[in-house]
């Protein structure tokens, strides 16, 4: 009875936020594009035959960097800005005597956007395969679906992160000034920009102790076919969430308790 | 036009949104760390680039300095001018509040493109500055009248063009009022200004060059630092700027035409 509910609750949060969704298709669209940077670095890196000083064959890097640009439009949150918004203009109020944590509102709206975004997203692969034919290749069924879980879990370690920094509006307000100070190592460091095995080895050593490589530069790798570590992968990414969790729930138990509805 | 008023009206302007912002005192200190951390990051990427290969796209790693360092600036003054007021069109569009702006016996172009000032940026400019002397100092370059001269004029060239993109972007929304995502494109394109244009394929360098001229913000004026540039080179981008101010007044006026309050 009580999993039944769960599942109703779930699936109607879904499928509004999915309609919701859909009527912002062009900004869904653009905001794919948006996602192109890994291409440009792409280009850096071939053309300036970079690639040779790391040992990755130009179509294996097109590829890591086509898997960059895939993990990063289904890992994308940004929770903390609704969030901000929401507390700021006092909407939140009303969710809060709901029987339902409004992150699960947030968590289906990402959900929605994801599902909106993956045609435009494989349209923008189409393209990039054009232009590299000889990066053209197909993943095992394993594999992939190792890698949609994995690129999964770095959205919850994100989402838990995003959460985590959105819960200290309880306190300051404006939040989203530290989700843009959290935003810049999770840029350089998570393998967007180059891929983590190219990093100089002073950085190397401690990278992977943080979550940023498992962010990017894990579930690209696997999916591309580079190498990498599964099993170790997959734990840390389930060990940050572990850690993460807790938190979460401390800090949102923390505020709510300072919550002072703002705007009414 | 009368100068004295508008600068006098410009004066009231800087000071209500001074006072405002300075309200939020530790955002401003957030800021100014991410503004230090990025240019780390990006520095940090480009030591990548540089670790096996002395070149990228002709430059050394002390000449790729000085695109980062007037990046930095001009990303500051966006920061400051540019991201405030153009995001703020967005919401008078959708909110109907252009109406009063345009009831105003003010000019609307100054007062949306002026209006707003966020401090944090200057912090950025002033960053930015430190890395471009330090650069003018490790690249042994001589200063003298008409190199500071050229250098001025090619800066200022690029904050034309880069405000006139802001805006034509911002104006779209006259059209389609949900254009934030436009924004993040443009952000996103923009980024490659951190790289010298020489170091992408040929077919990127045109597309840069001629339908987002991206390739004059940054790389000319490091060109003129450098000595490296040519005369035609300067005059180009004399040229672009004046078209891309002239017509981002065009376009506004007619913009405007198309302008339906949102109330009524």
Same mark, same amino acid.
Request: charged share 10%.
């Given at each position: 009875m009580m999993s039944n509910l769960i599942n109703r609750k779930i699936f109607t949060l879904l499928k509004v936020q999915y309609s919701n969704m859909l009527e912002y298709r062009v900004e869904i669209a653009l905001w794919a594009i948006s996602g192109i940077i890994p291409f440009f670095m792409l280009n850096i890196w071939t053309n300036n035959n970079l690639n040779e000083s790391i040992n990755i064959s130009n179509a294996m890097l097109s590829r890591y960097f086509l898997c960059a640009f895939f993990v990063r439009q289904f890992s994308v949150v940004w929770v903390v800005f609704s969030f901000e918004e929401d507390s700021l203009m006092g909407k939140l109020s009303p969710y809060l005597i709901q029987?339902?944590? *409004?992150f699960f509102r947030y968590f289906a709206q990402h959900l929605a956007e994801q599902i909106t975004r993956f045609p435009f997203a494989l349209i923008i692969a189409f393209f990039f395969f054009i232009f590299n034919p000889e990066s053209i290749w197909m993943p095992n069924l394993g594999i992939l679906l190792l890698s949609i879980v994995s690129t999964f879990l770095s959205f919850l370690i994100q989402f838990l992160i995003q959460s985590i920094v959105a819960c200290i509006c309880f306190w300051t307000e404006k939040a989203s000034s530290i989700e843009r100070l959290l935003f810049i190592p999770t840029l350089f460091l @998570?393998?967007?920009?180059? *891929?983590?095995? @190219?990093? *100089?080895a002073y950085v190397k050593s401690w990278i992977y102790l943080t979550p940023f490589p498992y962010l990017i530069d894990f579930p690209a790798n696997l999916l591309s076919g580079n190498e990498t570590n599964i099993s170790g992968g997959l734990i840390m990414q389930i060990l940050w969430i572990f850690i993460l969790f807790p938190l979460f729930k401390k800090i949102w138990s923390e505020g709510t308790k300072k919550y002072t509805a703002m705007g009414s | 036009m009368n100068l004295r008023k508008y600068l006098k009206v410009y004066k009231k302007f800087l000071h209500t949104s001074l006072a405002s912002e300075l309200e939020y005192k530790t955002n401003i200190l957030v800021d100014l760390i991410t503004a230090i951390l990025s240019l780390v990051g990006s520095i940090f990427l480009l030591s990548i680039f540089f670790q096996n290969s002395g070149y990228i796209g002709g430059w050394k790693f002390e000449q790729a300095l000085i695109i980062q360092a007037i990046y930095t600036i001009l990303n500051g003054i966006t920061n400051t001018w540019f991201n405030p007021n153009l995001t703020e069109i967005v919401k008078h569009i959708r909110e109907g509040t252009l109406d009063f702006v345009l009831l105003k016996p003010i000019d609307s172009q100054f007062f949306i493109s002026l209006k707003k000032i966020n401090p944090s940026g200057f912090l950025e400019i002033m960053l930015g500055f430190l890395l471009l002397f330090f650069c003018i100092r490790i690249n042994q370059i001589n200063l003298n009248l008409s190199f500071l001269t050229l250098s001025l004029i090619t800066i200022s060239c690029s904050i034309c063009i880069l405000y006139s993109l802001w805006f034509f972007i911002s104006t779209t929304t006259i059209w389609f009022v949900k254009t934030w995502n436009a924004i993040e494109v443009l952000r996103s394109f923009l980024?490659?200004?951190? #790289?010298?244009?020489?170091? #992408?394929s040929f077919s990127l360098r045109i597309f840069f060059s001629v #339908?987002?001229?991206?390739?004059?913000?940054t790389t000319i004026p490091s060109e003129v630092f450098l000595g490296l540039s040519v005369f035609w080179k300067i005059l180009l981008e004399i040229i672009v700027a004046t078209i891309f101010l002239i017509n981002s007044r065009k376009f506004w006026l007619f913009a405007l035409k198309f302008y339906s309050s949102a109330s009524s």
């Amino acid at each position: 009875m009580m999993s039944n509910l769960i599942n109703r609750k779930i699936f109607t949060l879904l499928k509004v936020q999915y309609s919701n969704m859909l009527e912002y298709r062009v900004e869904i669209a653009l905001w794919a594009i948006s996602g192109i940077i890994p291409f440009f670095m792409l280009n850096i890196w071939t053309n300036n035959n970079l690639n040779e000083s790391i040992n990755i064959s130009n179509a294996m890097l097109s590829r890591y960097f086509l898997c960059a640009f895939f993990v990063r439009q289904f890992s994308v949150v940004w929770v903390v800005f609704s969030f901000e918004e929401d507390s700021l203009m006092g909407k939140l109020s009303p969710y809060l005597i709901q029987p339902l944590n *409004p992150f699960f509102r947030y968590f289906a709206q990402h959900l929605a956007e994801q599902i909106t975004r993956f045609p435009f997203a494989l349209i923008i692969a189409f393209f990039f395969f054009i232009f590299n034919p000889e990066s053209i290749w197909m993943p095992n069924l394993g594999i992939l679906l190792l890698s949609i879980v994995s690129t999964f879990l770095s959205f919850l370690i994100q989402f838990l992160i995003q959460s985590i920094v959105a819960c200290i509006c309880f306190w300051t307000e404006k939040a989203s000034s530290i989700e843009r100070l959290l935003f810049i190592p999770t840029l350089f460091l @998570s393998g967007l920009l180059a *891929p983590v095995v @190219s990093f *100089p080895a002073y950085v190397k050593s401690w990278i992977y102790l943080t979550p940023f490589p498992y962010l990017i530069d894990f579930p690209a790798n696997l999916l591309s076919g580079n190498e990498t570590n599964i099993s170790g992968g997959l734990i840390m990414q389930i060990l940050w969430i572990f850690i993460l969790f807790p938190l979460f729930k401390k800090i949102w138990s923390e505020g709510t308790k300072k919550y002072t509805a703002m705007g009414s | 036009m009368n100068l004295r008023k508008y600068l006098k009206v410009y004066k009231k302007f800087l000071h209500t949104s001074l006072a405002s912002e300075l309200e939020y005192k530790t955002n401003i200190l957030v800021d100014l760390i991410t503004a230090i951390l990025s240019l780390v990051g990006s520095i940090f990427l480009l030591s990548i680039f540089f670790q096996n290969s002395g070149y990228i796209g002709g430059w050394k790693f002390e000449q790729a300095l000085i695109i980062q360092a007037i990046y930095t600036i001009l990303n500051g003054i966006t920061n400051t001018w540019f991201n405030p007021n153009l995001t703020e069109i967005v919401k008078h569009i959708r909110e109907g509040t252009l109406d009063f702006v345009l009831l105003k016996p003010i000019d609307s172009q100054f007062f949306i493109s002026l209006k707003k000032i966020n401090p944090s940026g200057f912090l950025e400019i002033m960053l930015g500055f430190l890395l471009l002397f330090f650069c003018i100092r490790i690249n042994q370059i001589n200063l003298n009248l008409s190199f500071l001269t050229l250098s001025l004029i090619t800066i200022s060239c690029s904050i034309c063009i880069l405000y006139s993109l802001w805006f034509f972007i911002s104006t779209t929304t006259i059209w389609f009022v949900k254009t934030w995502n436009a924004i993040e494109v443009l952000r996103s394109f923009l980024y490659i200004g951190r #790289f010298p244009l020489s170091s #992408f394929s040929f077919s990127l360098r045109i597309f840069f060059s001629v #339908f987002i001229p991206i390739a004059f913000i940054t790389t000319i004026p490091s060109e003129v630092f450098l000595g490296l540039s040519v005369f035609w080179k300067i005059l180009l981008e004399i040229i672009v700027a004046t078209i891309f101010l002239i017509n981002s007044r065009k376009f506004w006026l007619f913009a405007l035409k198309f302008y339906s309050s949102a109330s009524s």
